[in-house]
């Protein structure tokens, strides 16, 4: 009798030499084709190639190599049902009861930049999926191993002398879950190449989304809430999720979406910046040509609410920063940068009394284009999508309906200003002085009461501040209170039917006024 076959086919050869070696001990024969056949070999592994197996050579560049009855036979023949088996004598097939495949790099190929269609045509496998369905509907009798995570566990069963049927369900089930996702990912990558031209909709008729859990955790927004965080596949450079925590307990729910609020702020600016976050908003936000001194100003934006905050940086956090972090009093809960020089990594798991506790994340590739085009929002029932709010508004859009011209210097901080205000929660009101915020009005009903609100925070820093406001001001008596506690310029989208007035109550007050023609609503 002839020794039963596994069957190994793969694009990540990743210690597949290792589980091939474990097969070949436990007596199978190893069958394979094109470059894993070569992978094997170069590992001194006896293999048998497909085309010999089947006496059909492969061709048309590889795309035509598995699809044969004496490998589907091999893969769905039921050794227990006399007519399969007779099937199987008559043509000379040979049971395959262990198959090792996993995919073309389908979704790797569609990320990158620049790719083709025809590229990401020839990335799309039609005889992997075609074992991978066949073995796992045939679990009853074969094992379908499709990820180099559960060589260790098969390399084991196999010790342990039985991959039993719970065993090969439960790899069944992970290759079904691989099948599909596959699809879908080949299914919406032509639904975006295909709208149809008469649809003026930019977004695709259907979408569906891949998320692996990455990341269970203790528990949702409040104690009683159980909570995860998934991870979009593949998982892109510059976002949370390639983030690497190097130190501190676990995250929570909250820390998440704090951190995501100060990646989004920070990768903002080129010259060295920080962002201080308190429930998503930014309480202070700062850029300098050290960062150090970008920390101090963001820091004194509001101190108070900075207690127990999450910290973002657009730089590798040096030793000078992170003495000041580490300063009397200050209590931090968690902070994201690009990097932590060894000194600075040292300072903060050693001497602040939150040293234990305090998450320490790192984001290397930060500054790049991270590929996310659109958020999602769940809704019941259903998900609301849109473009992302990215990028800087093009101030050839800009106009200045005032008597007063801003000048050189209020013109830089306004920009700041409004560059931060996008990313804080409507209706939005941000007062700027040089490149630091100084008051923050955020999440308010009115834009009256958010203009309070940051002309309180702010103190005696408004005088002479610059304003940014998410979106127009209906009424004169937003700005009539910002005017009151001493700003001296104002930056909006304008619009509102109520211009007129607020042109007017600038013009009394002797305000410059940028309308930018875009609204920037974060709800």
């Known amino acids: 009798m002839s020794a039963p076959f596994a069957l190994l086919s793969v694009t990540d050869k990743t210690d597949l030499h290792l589980l091939a070696q474990a097969l070949v001990k436990h007596g199978y024969e190893l069958l394979s084709t094109g470059g894993t056949s070569r992978h094997l070999q170069q590992h001194d592994l006896p293999v048998t190639d497909v085309s010999t197996y089947t006496g059909f050579p492969e061709m048309m560049e590889g795309r035509l190599k598995t699809l044969h009855p004496r490998v589907h036979g091999g893969l769905l023949g039921r050794p227990d049902h006399a007519s399969d088996v007779a099937s199987m004598n008559e043509h000379g097939i040979r049971r395959i009861p262990i198959v090792v495949i996993n995919l073309y790099s389908f979704e790797q190929t569609i990320a990158r930049e620049g790719v083709s269609i025809a590229e990401c045509i020839e990335q799309i496998d039609i005889g992997g999926p075609s074992m991978v369905r066949s073995a796992a509907k045939n679990h009853a009798h074969v094992a379908i191993v499709s990820s180099p995570a559960q060589y260790s566990r098969v390399i084991e069963a196999l010790n342990q002398g039985e991959l039993t049927l719970e065993f090969r369900r439960e790899l069944a089930a992970a290759a079904f879950e691989i099948t599909a996702r596959y699809d879908r990912a080949i299914s919406d990558y032509f639904l975006k190449i295909t709208t149809p031209p008469d649809d003026d909709c930019e977004l695709p008729r259907r979408l569906t989304l891949t998320l692996d859990r990455q990341l269970p955790l203790r528990y949702g927004e409040n104690p009683h809430q159980p909570a995860a965080f998934y991870a979009e596949q593949p998982v892109l450079p510059g976002t949370l999720a390639s983030a690497r925590q190097v130190h501190g307990k676990e995250l929570s729910y909250n820390n998440l979406l704090d951190l995501d609020a100060a990646l989004s702020i920070v990768r903002e600016f080129a010259d060295p910046a920080c962002v201080v976050i308190k429930h998503t908003n930014p309480c202070g936000c700062a850029e300098d040509s050290t960062l150090a001194g970008a920390f101090t ?122 560059r931060v205000c996008k990313h804080v929660k409507s209706n939005a009101i941000v007062l700027c002085q040089g490149r630091s915020i100084v008051g923050v009005g955020a999440g308010q009903m009115s834009r009256v009461d958010s203009a309070f609100i940051a002309a309180h925070k702010a103190g005696d820093r408004s005088q002479g501040a610059v304003v940014a406001s998410d979106a127009f001001f209906p009424f004169r008596d937003g700005v009539d209170e910002l005017a009151r506690h001493g700003v001296k310029a104002v930056i909006q989208p304008g619009g509102s039917k109520g211009d007129p007035e607020v042109i007017a109550s600038c013009n009394e007050h002797g305000l410059a006024m940028i309308f930018t023609g875009r609204r920037h609503f974060r709800h």
């Open 297 to 418: 100003a963001a820091y004194a934006g509001d101190p108070v609410s900075a207690f127990g905050s999450i910290i973002g940086f657009n730089r590798p956090l040096d030793a000078a920063t992170a003495e000041m972090l580490c300063e009397p009093n200050r209590f931090i809960e968690a902070i994201i940068a690009p990097g932590f020089e060894p000194a600075a990594l040292q300072m903060l798991t050693t001497k602040p009394k939150w040293k234990a506790n305090v998450r320490l994340l790192e984001c290397p590739s930060l500054s790049e284009s991270y590929g996310e085009t659109w958020e999602y929002r769940r809704v019941t029932g259903g998900m609301l999508v849109q473009h992302r709010d990215e990028g800087a508004d093009p101030e050839t859009e800009w106009t200045i309906p005032t008597e007063r011209q801003p000048t050189e210097s209020e013109l830089a901080q306004l920009r700041f200003a409004w």
